[in-house]
């Protein structure tokens, strides 16, 4: 990791060194995943079979997984891992039913009432990312919400492993989530079939889960067509930033680092601290940590483009993580609650020394689908809402339309609108008739 004093920088070089490295060759990138996408759109499954062929070196029999290899996994799995996937799914559930969110009925004034109802979003596609690590976590994240929405069908896509099999985890997490529509499939071309539909894979409205830069493009291209799908959020090669102080453990701060190191090449993640003698002891924590890992070459390479910023103070590294807007913040400071109210780009917050990301990432209950690339600026964590359209409800008697009736019309007639202007009029002449007893003309 290269180590940065945020002061020594100028303008450019601090934004430079916050810079995410998957975004480098974007247009290539978006050139490739759109011949991705028109490929698929004109010879469908024939095209999903080649370019996984291509991408997955594996020749696939057949895309969909079968009811019986999806409830052979109950059979597969010991009893420890079960436990631990349903413990997880609980957990979601709880933290994810209360989102529920009841019908607002609002009587704005004597007789006009306004009501905001929610309605489950009909078909949803699931991304499951498969390439280096297969994410069970990941379907938990996804249906147990579709499910509360009330979603009526959910279909899984994600790309096999070696053997050309789904991980057994992956078809217990749906087999318990009740989904039975699980393709074997990933990539773009995963994301174009759910967006466009091909002869074995029916479309989706909406497109939910992360993925790499690939899976990331492809979703983002698809909803820009309005044929194509929409989708939940960019959330591509994961992400964290920690600020600490003086009093963190370096040995937490190295493994938090690496928790979202090993996950892709093109992760990144980033220390915060005002400490330089701390900045030292997470590097050396670090550099002791990763090689022990399995994943150590993928984690190595992503901290070739990670770093360590110090800075003047906690403000000064407050400042730096609003600026770089982390999918992860962790804070591992005295009294860490306290800087909440300062923190405004962030997609979940860990706030502590006995929190960290992997709790998020498997049990806590929060949702581990965040946006990546800095669009936390704008973009949620995904959350029950996600899976839900609302609509509002508006019901008028006629002492509502008297009383706002003469405003509405005011306003038609600025914007010149006289249609709209006599929507209100007839009625107002008629209610004026109605109390004459007809005799008005
Ligand atoms: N932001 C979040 O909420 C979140 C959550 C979990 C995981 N993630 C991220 O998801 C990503 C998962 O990535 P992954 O690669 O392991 O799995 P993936 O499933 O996203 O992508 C694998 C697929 O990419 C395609 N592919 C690979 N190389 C290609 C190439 N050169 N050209 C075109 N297509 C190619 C293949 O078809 C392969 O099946 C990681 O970056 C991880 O950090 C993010
Ligand atoms: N940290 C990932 C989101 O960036 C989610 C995940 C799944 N499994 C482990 N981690
Ligand atoms: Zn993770």
Known sequence: MQTLVWNALDNSQQNAILARPALGDSAKLSALVSDIIAQVKSTGDDALRELTAKFDQLELPHLQVSQAEIDA???????????????????????HQAQVAPVIKVETSPGV???????????????????????????????TPARIAGCKRLVLATPPGKDGKIKA???????????????????????AALAYGTQSIQKVLKIFGPGNSFVTEAKQQVSQDHQGASIDMPAGPSEV?????ENANPEFVAADLLSQAEHGRDSQVILVTNSAKQAKACEA??????????????ATAALSHSRVIITESIEQSIKVSNQYAPEHLIVQTQNARAL??????????????????????????TNHVLPTYGYTRTYSSLSLADFTKRYTVQELTAQGIQA????????????????????????LQHLAKQSTGGTQS
């Open 285 to 298: 924590e670090v550099n002791r940590q990763v090689a022990l890992l399995p994943r150590q070459e993928i």
């Open 169 to 191: 985890e992956i078809r217990y997490a749906a087999k318990i989530c009740q989904i039975d529509e699980i393709y074997m499939v990933g990539g773009a071309q995963a994301i």
């Open 404 to 427: 706002i009736g003469p405003a509405i019309m005011n306003l038609a007639a600025a914007e010149s609108l006289d249609a709209h202007k006599n929507a209100v009029a007839v009625r």
């Open 113 to 143: 009432v306004c009501e905001l109802h929610t309605q489950p979003i009909e078909s949803v596609g699931l991304y499951i990312p498969g390439g280096t690590a297969p994410l069970p976590s990941t379907v938990l994240m996804l249906a």
């Open 340 to 365: 909440l109210p300062q923190l405004e780009n962030a997609g979940s917050i860990f706030l502590g020394e006995y929190s960290p990301e992997s709790a998020g990432d498997y049990a806590s209950g």
């Open 73 to 95: 996994s109950e059979d597969e799995l010991g009893d420890e891992i079960k436990q631990a996937i349903k413990l997880a799914k609980d957990q979601i559930d709880k933290f």
């Open 241 to 245: 930033l920690v600020i600490a102080d």
